[in-house]
DNA sequence: CCTGGTTTCTACAACGTTGTAAGCAACGTT
DNA sequence: AACGTTGCTTACAACGTTGTAGAAACCAGG
C-alpha cells in the first residue's frame, strides 16, 4: 500500500506541510516535531511520489542518453560513464536506444520531450539541424560530429586530426599499401567522412596516393561488417599492408577476415581501430586504436546540460573537445 | 515555449477537457472541432505533461530495467531485447545500472519505486528476499537465479543443466583434466554456484574426478578476471585439456591468456563460455558456448510484468525457464 | 507586560491532466 | 407536443506535492 503525505500528517499530528518541509529538509522544523514525523514516515514506510512532485516543481531529476545501439560496446561504455557522471548531479539517466534510423532518431528528438525529462544527451547518427527545431528548447547536448550548424551544445573529438595520427602511426611502421574499412556516403556518414578525410590527410602528408579500391564501405559499423567489408577487399585481389577501420568493432570483425585468410596481424597487414572498447584490449591480437577520454565526454556532456538547466538557456551554444590518445597495441606493433 | 491544454482550448474556443478527449482518442468529438483542436494542437505543437497525467492516471508508462553493468555484453544485449519487447507494450524503459554490490542493489531495490515506475525487471546478483520486502507490492520480475522463494515473478535459465550439456560436449571430445573459471563464494555467486553444480555433475556422470585444482574462482566475470585466472592456474602449473568458464567474457579473457602462453585452442586447450554474446563469433578463435534465448527471455520478462499490471498483483509467484541451446564453434571443434 | 523579532507551523492555491456527472442539442418515436 | 435516446460538450474535482503568505508560539529586551 502506498501511502502520501496526508496519511503522514495524520499520523504524526501534524499538517502536511510540515511533513512535506521534514522531507525536504526544510530548517525551521522543532526536532521534537521533526522525530515524530521522521518515524511516522518510517512506520508507513513513505516514499514521495514524484509525478506529483514533478508537476509541482517542473523538474523531473531525469535525464535521458539517446544512443543508436546499446550493445555496440562504444555506446555502453559511453552510456556507463553518463550515468555515473548523471548521479554525481543527482540525476537518473533514462537510456533510449533510436536505432539510428532517421525516422526513429527524429521521434526520439521530438517525442521524448514530454515533460517526462529535464534534458537530453543525444548520440545522433542520422539528424539534421531541422529536427533539432522540433524540441522546443529542450536543454540538449550532442555527441559526435556536429549536426550542421544546430543550435544545440556540443561534445566532439577531433575526428580529423585522430584518424590522420593513426593513420601516420601505420606511416611511420613503414606500411604504405593502407586500406580503409568503414566509409559511408549517406547522410548518417559524418563520422565516417571526417575519418576518411584524416585518412587521406595523414596518405597526402606522406606522399602516398589515395587508392579508392583500398577504401571499403560498410552499411553498419558492426563487427560482421567489418569482415565482410575485408573478405571483399581480398576477394578482389587487393592485398593492403594495414588497415585502418573506422571503429574497433569494424576492426575486430577484420582481424577475424584476415584469420581467415591465413594472413599474419601484423605481420603481413597492420590493423587499426577507433573507439578503444574493452574488448580490443583481450582480443588476439591486442588492438591499436584511437581512444577518445569517453569518461571526460561523458563529464563535459553533462556539465554543459547542467550548465544549461541552471544558466541561460539561450546563450549560444558551446562546443567542447574531449581529449584522445593513440593506444598502440599487438595488432601493430606485434607482440612485445 | 511550452503549451497545455488550456492553451490549445483557448486557440481552439472549446473546453479544456474536449481538448483533452481529442487527444485521447476519444469517440464523441464531431469531426469540425476535431479538425480545429488539432490544427490548435499542431500550431502550438503541444505535447501531453506527463508528470500531469501520470499524476492523474497513477500509471506512468514506464518501467525500470536494473542490471549491474551495461557494458557487460550480456547484459547489453540483453537490455536491447528488453527495450524492443516493452515498446511492442508501449512502455519506456528506464535502464538502471546496480553496480553489482548488495548496498547499491537494495537502494534500487528500495528507492526505485518512486511512483516513477510502473514495474520493475531486476536481473540482481546480491538480492535477497528481504530486499525485496522494501518495495511494497511494486511490480516485478527477476532474471536470473531465484532469488530464494521470495514473493517475486522470475525468469530462468536452467543452469545447472546447460552447464552439465557444454562440460558433456567437452568430454565427449575426449578431454579429461577440463577446468572450471568462475566460481565464487559470495552470496552474489549464485549462477557461479549452479553452473559449478552442472560442471561436477557432468564429470560425475563420466565417472572423472573432480579436482579442485582444476577450479579456479574470480571476483568479478570480466575478461581481465578470466585472463587473471587462467594465468594462475598455469602458473600453478595446473595443464588443463579444457576449460569451461562460467561466461563468455572470463573466456575470451582465458583465450587471451592461453593465446598468451602459446597454448593452442582447441588443439591444446578447448575453450568454452557461457551467453553467447555477439564477441564470441568473431574471436580467434570463435567460442564454443551456451546460448540462452534473450530475446525470448526479455519477452517472458515483460510478458509477466504485463500480466502484473493488469491482472491479479496478488497472484502466486510464476516462474518460466527460457531455453538455451549448445553454440558449438572453433574454440572446441576446431577450424572445419 | 508590552514590543518587535524570530521560529515554527499551517491554510490555501496551484502545477496540468483526466474521470465523473451532468448539461445541452438534435433526433426519431409515440 | 412531449418523450426518451444519442451525440457532443462542459464544469468541477481530484491526483500528491510544494510555494506563498500569514498565523501562532516563542523569545529577549525594555
Known sequence: MRHRLKDVAERAGVSVKTVSNVVNGYLHVRPDT?????????????????????????????????????DI???????????????AHG????IDQTGGGPEQERKVAS???????????????????????????MPMVLLGERV??????????????????????????????????????TPEGASARLR??????????????????LVAPAPAWHRADGAAAMRHLLAAGVRPDAV?????TLALGALRALHEADLRVPEDVAVAGFDDIEDGRFS???????????????????????????GDRDAPPRELTAPHRLATRESTTGRP
Chains 1, 2 share one sequence.
Open 34 to 70: 521533526r522525530a515524530r514525523v521522521e518515524e511516522a514516515i518510517a512506520e508507513l514506510n513513505y516514499r514521495p511520489n514524484l509525478s506529483a512532485r514533478n508537476l509541482r516543481k517542473g523538474r523531473t531529476g531525469v535525464i535521458a542518453l539517446a544512443v543508436p545501439e546499446l
Open 73 to 87: 560496446p562504444y555506446f555502453a561504455e559511453l552510456a556507463r560513464h553518463v550515468v555515473t557522471a548523471a548521479a
Open 91 to 94: 540525476w537518473t539517466v533514462l
Open 111 to 137: 517525442g521524448i520531450g514530454d515533460h517526462m525529462i529535464d534534458g537530453l544527451i543525444f548520440s545522433p547518427l542520422a539528424l539534421t539541424a531541422d529536427d533539432l527545431a522540433g524540441l522546443d528548447g
Open 148 to 185: 550542421d550548424h544546430g543550435p544545440a551544445d556540443h561534445v566532439v573529438v577531433d575526428n580529423v586530426a585522430a584518424a590522420q595520427e593513426i593513420t601516420a602511426h601505420l606511416i611511420g611502421l613503414g606500411r604504405r599499401r593502407i586500406a580503409a574499412i568503414g566509409s559511408q556516403r
Open 196 to 213: 576518411l578525410a584524416g585518412y587521406t590527410a595523414a596518405l597526402d602528408e606522406a606522399g602516398i596516393g589515395y587508392d579508392e579500391k
Open 244 to 248: 585502418f577501420c573506422f571503429n574497433d
Open 284 to 310: 588476439i591480437p591486442t588492438l591499436t586504436t584511437v581512444a577518445p577520454d569517453k569518461e571526460r565526454i561523458a563529464r563535459l556532456a553533462v556539465e554543459l546540460l547542467a550548465g544549461r538547466l541552471d
